[in-house]
């Protein structure tokens, strides 16, 4: 099974830091690998179609944004 690349978008902000500790949670209880990069860059952001943070991408796709997904809901997406 390939790593899980997962990254959270936005500037840095306490969401963003408990959207990238729910991300981390999730993987964690689903005992997966996974690579977790936190992208604070606004052009990368925006490069990435993203309008609100923060923001979740689980191996390129869009899962989602303008809000703080807990780790039960961003599991099925580290499920695939």
Do not use: F, W
């Amino acid at each position: 099974m390939s790593v899980i690349k997962v990254e959270v978008l936005g500037t840095g902000c306490k969401k963003c830091q408990q959207l990238e500790a729910n991300a981390k949670e999730a993987i964690a209880t689903l005992n997966l690998e996974a690579e977790v990069l936190h992208i604070t860059d606004p052009m990368q952001i925006a490069e990435r179609g993203v309008m609100k943070t923060p923001a979740l991408m689980v191996n390129d796709t869009l899962v989602s944004q303008g809000k703080v997904a807990t780790s039960e809901q961003i599991q099925p997406y580290l499920m695939g």
